[in-house]
């Protein structure tokens, strides 16, 4: 009870969901179940009917659009617990039921007695509310799961084949459309919003374009031996062999002769130097 209910619960493409098919539940449940002594509220024929009690559940609902969009905002600030959504979600219904009982008694004047009025009407929107709640809830629950199976089993797909001596090259969504052995990839260069994999492809410089971010490109690739050197290139630091500190600044020389000597800019000279460092105590220590 006193955790933090789960974030798909408030996100906004599930809201406008669950309101959209609370609604199109309690127009069925209304026309076949006829609640709220719904058959005595107009006498017209049974298409005029539907009509007529269409619009009045629909003002109904207006409830819920309501309490989702102060959910949807109370949400994105503090922290909301499941005792605090079943609070919430009993509110809507005393809230709704509030809303049919003065419909009957004040718009259709019902004779009955308030209390057992209010009474009934809350049963029924309990049944209106808490049955497409609770259908929404597991299919937002299973649609959850489905997407963090198929994350799993992406980084899987993105892992497995780098324990071989591969790298693997991802687009923005995800999708894999390179994979190049570890010491055949030479630099990683951003244009735009692509990022050109420069690698050696029988002994020649070959390029691979793939639409994502080198900042992306960054964080997954961070297990490997590719470091940013300037603000649009990575280097295989696996593949460089010189380090040339001049006048002009920081270079890297990588051991392929058709590759020109890679400037570094003073934002990551000295990560660049500590990492230059490290494999040079790496390789003495071999």
């Not at 001596?165 to 735009?192: C, P, R, T, Y």
């Not at 080198?214 to 590719?226: C, D, G, P, V």
């Amino acid at each position: 009870m006193n955790q933090k209910i789960p974030a798909y619960l408030y996100e906004k493409g599930n809201i406008m969901r669950l309101i959209l098919y609370t609604a199109l539940f309690a127009l069925v449940f209304i026309n076949i179940y006829q609640p709220f002594n719904s058959p005595n509220w107009f006498p017209v024929s049974r298409f005029m009917f539907f009509v007529f009690s269409s619009l009045v559940i629909l003002t109904g609902v207006l409830v819920v659009v309501v309490s989702r969009i102060i959910m949807y905002y109370h949400a994105r600030t503090q922290n909301l617990f499941v005792w605090q959504y079943i609070l919430w979600v009993l509110a809507e219904i005393i809230a709704m039921a509030l809303f049919y009982t003065l419909f009957e008694k004040l718009v259709l004047n019902d004779p009955r007695d308030f209390a057992e009025m209010m009474r009934e009407s809350s049963l029924n929107t309990g049944l209106v509310l808490a049955l497409p709640y609770s259908t929404v809830w597991l299919y937002f629950a299973w649609k959850e799961n489905t997407k963090q199976l198929e994350r799993l089993s992406r980084e899987e797909t993105q892992t497995a084949p780098a324990n071989k001596g591969m790298i693997n090259f991802m687009d923005e969504k995800n999708e894999l459309k390179l994979s190049v052995q570890a010491d055949q990839v030479l630099w990683l260069e951003a244009a735009d919003n692509y990022v050109k994999i420069h690698y050696l492809n029988k002994g020649k410089i070959a390029t691979f374009m793939i639409r994502n971010t080198l900042k992306i490109m960054e964080e997954r690739l961070s297990n490997t031996a590719l470091a940013r050197c300037n603000r649009s290139i990575m280097v295989n630091f696996d593949k460089v062999k010189v380090l040339r500190k001049d006048k002009e600044g920081l270079f890297l020389g990588l051991d392929h002769e058709n590759v020109p000597d890679i400037p570094v800019s003073k934002s990551y000279s000295d990560r660049i130097m500590l990492r230059f460092s490290q494999y040079s105590s790496n390789d003495f220590k071999a």
